[in-house]
């Protein structure tokens, strides 16, 4: 699961990604929501990195509005995709290396 931080730094990057794609079509807003089928204040909040909620199939009918070719768009997932959570450090010299220790873990001296 993605963490709050992580899904405004994803929302920032999609919205850069729909904000390039749009001016190197130079389309306006309203034309390029007109043309994909989105809302232009739900344009507006993706391009901002604000949008909560948006579908990433509203985010490829953008992009393609734009003229970005199909096989571009999988780098746009990963940019969405939540990435795999990291595994914390095991504390050590602690009373919760302790545990751990005790649990099978790496014994406490």
Known sequence: MMSDIQKVRAGAALGECVRGARRAAGLRQEDLARKAGVGTSTLRL??????????????????????VPL????????LA?????RAKPRPRGTAAGAVAGAAGGRRQR
Do not use: H, K, N, W
């Open 46 to 67: 993706i391009e901002s990195g604000s949008a909560t909620g948006t579908s990433l199939f509203a985010i490829f009918r953008l992009l393609q509005a734009c003229g």
């Open 71 to 78: 096989a571009a768009l999988e780098d746009v997932y990963r």
């Open 81 to 85: 995709a939540p990435q795999p959570a």
